[in-house]
């Protein structure tokens, strides 16, 4: 059984393409390929990227990524996103 998605773990083509700093082609074109896991939305035109699958294609390409929100600092982190949700759900 596959596992169960929130609305609020699913990104759009254009999120990730503005996050990662990519056009949307690019980024279609690795759902395409194979390299970002995606799922395709009813209709077939449309992709939405689960969470942790962009957190896992990101860190592969070497982009630290930060967390957002009102205490985030503005600036890259010595380690990969992932890593710093791992380490804070061992806390």
Do not use: C, N
């Amino acid at each position: 059984m596959p596992e169960r998605t929130t609305f609020e773990e699913l990104m759009t083509v254009g999120e990730v393409a503005e996050t990662l700093r990519y056009t949307e082609g690019t980024v279609r074109h690795w759902i395409r390929t194979g390299k970002l896991p995606a799922i395709q939305v009813t209709g077939g035109r449309e992709y939405r990227i689960r969470l942790p699958d962009f957190l896992a294609f990101a860190e592969g390409l070497g982009i630290p990524l930060r967390p957002a929100g009102p205490g985030a600092e503005a600036r890259l982190e010595d380690e990969p996103l992932s890593a710093q949700l791992r380490r804070s759900d061992e806390r």
